[in-house]
């Protein structure tokens, strides 16, 4: 056993997994930057109370925040998610409405670690401020929708609801407190204590015995004011006009407080249902203001990536890229041509390796082989002297002789135009 292991709930992402990692942010920014939204890359700790607005029921402030105080005597957390972030962004800074963010990146919560759940974990997502529109939620779910697609994954089920506005969701809550207080004793300990803390959450429970007393609650349908149902009735009017399943759930009330009418979830039929949900988000109209910017509307989601790789592993989409260079160099004199030779093809615009240490012909053919590249430049005395390379297709075997000045040519009839790698001129 190595002395050091990573920490409960983290992980090493190696190669080529890694790869699929950053190809997975290429895809959700290309998909995101082309309905105008702006990467923003907020700081990973802030002042701890940044987060509390997120709501101090919630088990992520309460329970899962990894705060400190730092040595200075502030009170800090690492972020346990980024909408909070964005909206404090947003207050600092004041920019013209509306606002569109994208973000990704790590996020941390002291969670009970197992498969897909982690207590560091990355999320892409995007914020919208300063809209009220439904043509925005709609926007906003059908790009998350349309970024599952270009993953490959089929399996996807959208959920939503309306949470109504504050009023609503308070008369809600309240009507939502009694009922289960008058069922207490039907409710497993856990949920009774979560209902003495925050009732809503109760109905996340996925336990036999509340699942009985839950079937029967009261929904927040019947809560909504006339203008949060007109508004809910539009996004679906918009998600049907996309062609975009959904599924209502009048239980969905997700775990974050700060949400306001529209709220949605992903969830993966692939998956266990333990760790099913690989995103979520919605409107959360007054979180700028309780963080000291203006009352202005906003609406975002957040997409676990992690959890998102399991469900294309679960699907088999979306698999690690494969790992290789254009050219492996075999330089079987002393090592300086492979050096100026791989640098030159590099700056050209193709991919090169080498071996090191002076190693002998048959290994470095090894490690060419094992380098997945499509041709080996070998270079020895003879080749020196006549001012050429042999080149091996290290498919078919074929060789051949190539004057270096011939190489780039050569790279480009065999492996397309490439743009060289200069600094700009
Ligand atoms: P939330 O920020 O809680 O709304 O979560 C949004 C998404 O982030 C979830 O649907 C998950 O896919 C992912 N997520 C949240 N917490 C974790 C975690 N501890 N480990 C892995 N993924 C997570």
Redesign the pocket.
């Known amino acids: 056993m190595p002395t050091f292991q990573t920490s409960p709930g983290t992980r090493d992402i190696l190669p080529p997994d890694a790869a699929r990692w950053r190809q997975f942010n290429a895809i959700f920014a290309d998909t995101v930057e082309a309905a105008g939204y702006g990467c923003i890359i907020p700081p990973i700790f802030e002042d701890a109370t940044v987060f509390h607005r997120i709501g101090e029921a919630t088990d992520v402030v309460s329970k899962e925040m990894y705060d400190f105080e730092d040595k200075g005597g502030r009170h800090v957390s690492l972020r346990p998610?980024q909408t909070a972030s964005v909206c404090r962004a947003f207050a600092q800074h004041r920019p013209t409405t509306p606002w569109k963010v994208w973000y990704t990146g790590p996020n941390f919560?002291y969670?009970k670690a197992q498969a897909?759940?982690?207590r560091q974990?990355d999320?892409v997502g995007i914020e919208a401020l300063g809209v009220h529109d439904s043509d925005l939620d709609v926007e906003v779910i059908a790009l998350a929708w349309k970024f599952y697609q270009r993953l490959g994954l089929s399996n996807v089920q959208l959920v939503i609801n309306s949470l109504g506005d504050d009023g609503d969701r308070a008369r809600y809550v309240d009507a939502l407190r009694q009922y289960l207080q008058s069922h207490q004793d039907a409710l497993t300990p856990e949920a009774r204590q979560t209902l003495e803390r925050n009732p809503l959450r109760v109905l996340d429970s996925k336990r036999q015995g509340d699942l009985d007393v839950i079937a029967s609650a009261p929904t927040i349908k019947a809560f909504l004011s006339v203008e949060a149902n007109e508004h809910f009735e539009k996004v679906l009017t918009g998600l049907r006009a996309l062609a975009i399943p959904f599924t209502q759930n009048e239980y969905l009330v997700?775990?974050?407080d700060y949400y306001r009418r529209t709220s949605f979830e992903f969830v993966s039929t692939a998956l266990e249902s333990a760790q099913n949900?690989?995103?979520?988000g919605g409107r959360y109209d007054g979180l700028v203001q309780s963080l000291g910017g203006p009352d202005t509307p906003g609406i975002g989601f957040?997409?676990?990536l992690?959890?998102t790789l399991l469900a294309c592993d679960a699907e088999g989409v979306f698999g690690a890229p494969k790992s290789s260079v254009d050219v492996f160099v075999v330089d079987v004199i002393d090592g300086t041509h492979a050096l100026a030779v791989t640098n030159n093809i590099q700056d050209a615009g193709y991919s090169a390796d080498r071996a090191f240490d002076g190693r002998s012909m048959k290994a470095q053919m090894k490690s060419a082989d094992r380098s997945g590249a499509r041709f080996a430049i070998i270079i020895a005395q003879d080749e020196v002297a006549s001012g050429s390379y042999t080149i091996r297709d290290m498919a078919s075997a074929q060789q051949q002789l190539v004057a270096k000045s011939d190489l780039v040519e050569f790279l480009t009839r065999n492996l397309g135009k490439r743009t060289p790698r200069r600094s700009p001129s």
């Open positions: 998610e919560r969670e897909g759940r982690y974990f999320q997700r775990g974050l949900a690989i995103g979520g957040a997409l676990g992690d959890r």
